[in-house]
């Protein structure tokens, strides 16, 4: 029965590494350069390069909207505020919320200096909430994501987001811990209810989703989210005498330790980075002041550039462009966007991220966006397309 939950949770890691979703090609077609694409890195970076690499991903997905309606904005948010429970609670189909109190084990995951594989952080998991070991058994494919930064026309600044993904159970959590910032963070939980026979309480996943997240924002307004690049025989398996992190619980550390974006980046610069499964993956992070910058992995050595785009292929202006063909047009789209209106609204930034956002095909689609109002602290939801009516968690 231990082994059966690890599917459980080493499928909740595996999301975080993906945070995407429907296979992608890698790119062929150069994008446009970032508004802000000066590198700000540990690793010098003086010259873009485009380059065109081969695939044998399958596509999956439709087309992309090749036009953002960026001159007017439809109607204001039309939102319903979600009411803390003790619970877990569900919104509509496939979507959910929920709180976690108290000591979220992250001291004393870092104190034993974290974790360089899968297989480690199950057992951690598992030791936590059943006092036990695992081995890993665990299959999954890749996909693609957008994430958008700008200043809001009302103060401050917000940050979009698409988890891009195949039909999924989607679960916002808000944390609250003993030691640490308040954050919202969003996982899969699919993995949860589909492929174990363990009776799971509602405290079980709350625990392990706290250290599966895919996206999220804490109570000083940083924001961070993981994306795939589809670099096909690249790595990242950093291997020195620092403590170790992998994809997810990055995640958790800058969700509970960063004031800043900038802090983020040094707390990451503390720990060798393990992506999950040999997945290739960036991290985009922002906070309150408009700083915005991707985080990447190239040969191993960190890199840091300043954007306020990214989708699913390199920013780091050495292999600038290399990465997901799809996820080509989707920056465009995004950049104009972003070119046009360089403060946008909520509903304006929702109405971009709309114009970004997947179609459904063979049960494929941009699973849920998300808005963070990084002054407010609110993040708003957008389930499966439905831009309508989104659903409020004020931190």
Known sequence: MKKRILCVILGLIMLACAGCSGNEKETTTAPSKSISSA?????TEKKAETTSEKTTEAETQSETATKAQTTKESAPLNTVKIVPSEAIKNLLPGFSYAEFKGDDGLSAFLSGGGVSSDEDLTNFLVKQVLGGKAGPIFKLI???????SVKNKNGGYIFGRNF???RCNGLALVCKPSKGYKSVSTVNTDFVTTSTDYKLTDDILRFCALYAPLDGMNEKGVCVSVNMVFDKGAVINQQ???PDLTTSTA?????????????AVELLKGYDMHASFGYVIHFAICDSTGYSVAVEYI???MTVTETPVLTNFYV??????I????????????MDALKKNPQMTAAGLRDVMKEAAQSQLNDYSTEWTAIFDQSAKTVTYYHRGSFSKGYTIYL
């Open 142 to 148: 890749g996909g693609g994501c957008s994430t958008l």
């Open 251 to 263: 995640i958790r550390l800058i969700l509970d330790r960063a004031a800043s974006a900038k802090q």
């Open 240 to 242: 020195t005498s620092k």
């Open 164 to 166: 891009d993904w195949k």
């Open 39 to 43: 590198p700000a890195s540990s690793v």
């Open 299 to 301: 040969n191993n050595k």
């Open 323 to 334: 990465g997901s063909q799809k996820s080509v047009k989707r920056y465009d789209l995004i």
């Open 316 to 321: 780091t202006p050495s292999k600038f462009g």
